[in-house]
Antibody
Framework: EVHLLESGGDLVQPGGSLRLSCAAS????????MSWVRQAPGKGLEWVSS????????YDAASVEGRFTVSRDNSKNTLFLQMNSLRAEDTAVYYC????????????????WGQGTLVTVSS | DIQMTQSPSSLSASVGDRVTITCRAS??????LAWFQQNPGKAPKSLIY???TLQNGVPSKFSGSGSGTYFTLTISSLQPEDFATYYC?????????FGQGTKLEIK
């Protein structure tokens, strides 16, 4: 059974940094692309970043480009999201999600989601 | 960016009813369209991909159709667990974008 467990969410001041983790189990982690999707309180879903199975290819939303970096450690079955220069509008629950295939290229879809971790950016 | 527009934004229905939610893309996306269900305080759950293919384990009461710019999600014989918020998402091109959601409530 696929299991994705996010961690690292916290209260952080504007301009601060945070690193989210997503521990994966129940599938061959290094054979699948992964993604981060966020949801601001009471709002809809927003795609953030995607990364290929090897980590060699990434895609980022314009709203986070240059501030957030997605990466993965396939030896530890873990996905990361390094978040710098955080803003109030980054406040959200962050979900990691598994792609159905190796490539994160457009046309790839998500099939499983984690339970999310809450990031609050406030002074 | 491709804009996804769902309608209605909210919908009231009774147990046993059949409902349809629509999703329109601002440009053609072939069949690169997914539907997700989200219950309050829970993670989204994948229901349908490629516009009409059910995710493993999803009951056949859910069905999707469409191609290009117009898509629908139909849920038949509504049960209490079906009252949730539903999102469409295009994965034809980056940035991937979601509809604003349709909240399905019990009448």
């Amino acid at each position: 059974e696929v299991h994705l467990l996010e961690s690292g969410g916290d209260l952080v001041q504007p301009g601060g940094s945070l690193r989210l983790s997503c521990a994966a189990s129940g599938f061959t982690f290094n054979s699948y692309a992964m993604s981060w999707v966020r949801q601001a309180p009471g709002k809809g879903l927003e795609w953030v970043s995607s990364i290929s199975d090897s980590g060699g290819t990434t895609y980022d939303a314009a709203s986070v480009e240059g501030r957030f970096t997605v990466s993965r450690d396939n030896s530890k079955n873990t996905l990361f999201l390094q978040m710098n220069s955080l803003r109030a509008e980054d406040t959200a629950v962050y979900y990691c999600a598994k792609f159905w295939g190796r490539s994160a290229a457009a046309g790839g879809r998500v099939d499983y989601w984690g339970q999310g971790t809450l990031v609050t950016v406030s002074s | 960016d491709i804009q996804m527009t769902q309608s209605p934004s909210s919908l009231s229905a009774s147990v046993g009813d059949r409902v349809t939610i629509t999703c329109r893309a601002s440009q053609g996306i072939s069949n690169y369209l997914a539907w997700f269900q989200q219950n309050p305080g829970k993670a989204p759950k994948s229901l349908i991909y490629a516009a009409s293919t059910l995710q493993n384990g999803v009951p056949s009461k859910f069905s999707g159709s469409g191609s290009g710019t117009y898509f629908t999600l139909t849920i038949s014989s509504l049960q209490p667990e079906d009252f949730a918020t539903y999102y469409c998402q295009q994965y034809n091109s980056y940035p991937y974008t979601f509809g604003q959601g349709t909240k399905l409530e019990i009448k």
